[in-house]
């Protein structure tokens, strides 16, 4: 059997018969690999920082104003936190654009674009799920569909984690993992979610960004590209 | 066939792991050991290998920093390596092309 290191003392004509006896599609094979490889290289690398600080932020002022207002019905609470989401998504695609703007980047490149396409499906979902109640089901179902919202955002944090750092996965975990230990409190008995819809919005939504966000302004490199 | 391209090709960068590891530094302007490792689901052992190589040929430049208090190894195309690759690509297309039934 020919040892790896001997291969690279054979003349290029024996590889090259080898090569071509073996396989003509070799090239072609090849090249898919390498370009399958380049897509899975090329990860989402804007400074995410700023944004989850700007998520944080807007997270935290809807918990304040749904709590001291206080927003009650269902319907305020699906408006104040939709509103929340959209001025949180047209926040964070400012703050990305101008990075890339800065950069002197296109800001739709492929990775962002990959992020994008992971984020959408989970998030189009949540939305769907929380609306629906709104119409159908009484106004005490705010937690539950808060709930849902958390859940959800915790699979499109994940998804798009596979085109992003590895932190971002563990931080939808960390959504995923607590709706799940919430419910069980919740069914055990151990934890009273009564009325608490707006507190575990701006949690989550809040507070846990503020955290990570601080957290990434800290260690995140300073120059980032997509 | 004309095996003209097949003989020019680099055969550093012929290589399967080597293959990969430039191909994914191609895409990023630098990734980290632990990136390429994961990714690429090689061992510790292999990778440093094949980085060793590719960085003797001048392909890869590597750098050592620290990240919160950990070391963290940085790998990157250099120019020559960029080129290199570019040119690989060019004749794996070329391969392609003239393998084609007419």
Same mark, same amino acid.
């Given at each position: 059997? #020919?040892?790896? %290191? ?12 080898? /090569? &071509? ?11 898919? &690999? ?6 899975? %290289? ?12 700007? #998520?944080?932020?807007?997270? /935290? ?9 206080? #927003?009650?019905?269902? =319907? ?35 990775? &962002?674009?990959? /992020? ?14 929380? /609306? ?51 419910? =069980? ?26 955290? =990570?966000?601080? =957290? ?11 | ?47 440093? @290998? ?6 003797? @040929? ?45």
């Amino acid at each position: 059997m #020919v040892k790896l %290191s001997e291969l690279s003392l054979l003349p290029n004509t024996t590889l090259y018969c080898k /090569v &071509t006896g073996m396989d003509t599609n070799w090239a072609e094979e090849n090249l898919q &690999t390498i370009r399958t490889l380049m897509e899975r %290289s090329a990860i989402y690398r804007r400074a995410l920082a700023p944004i989850m600080l700007f #998520v944080g932020i807007v997270g /935290v002022t809807a918990a304040a104003i749904g709590l001291l207002l206080p #927003v009650g019905t269902l =319907y305020g609470f699906l408006i104040l936190w939709i509103s929340a989401a959209v001025l949180a998504l047209a926040g964070a695609f400012r703050i990305a654009r101008r990075q890339a703007l800065k950069d002197k980047e296109p800001f739709w490149s492929p990775p &962002t674009r990959r /992020v994008t396409q992971a984020l959408v499906p989970p998030l189009a979902a949540g939305l769907c799920l929380g /609306v629906l109640p709104a119409f159908f089901g009484p106004s005490e179902i705010a937690v539950a569909v808060a709930l849902v919202w958390i859940l959800f955002y915790g699979f499109a944090l994940h998804a798009a984690g596979f085109f992003m750092r590895r932190g971002i996965k563990v931080f939808g975990w960390l959504f995923i993992a607590s709706v799940c230990l919430l419910i =069980y409190g919740a069914a055990a008995g151990w934890i009273d979610l009564e009325n608490k819809a707006h507190w575990l919005m701006g949690l989550f939504f809040g507070v846990l960004h503020l955290a =990570y966000g601080a =957290y990434l302004y800290l260690t995140e490199k300073r120059k980032n590209a997509a | 066939m004309n095996p003209e391209p097949f003989l020019q090709l680099d055969r550093v960068i012929h290589e399967k792991g080597r293959l990969a590891i430039m191909s994914m530094l191609a895409a990023s302007p630098e990734l980290s050991f632990t990136e390429l490792r994961d990714a690429l689901a090689m061992t510790d052992g292999n990778l440093t @290998t094949h980085i060793r190589a590719l960085q003797e @040929t001048g392909y890869v430049s590597v750098a050592k920093s620290y990240q919160n208090n950990r070391p963290l190894t940085t790998c990157s195309l250099t120019a020559p390596g960029r080129k290199a690759f570019a040119e690989y690509i060019n004749l794996l297309e070329q391969i392609v092309r003239q393998n084609k039934p007419r």
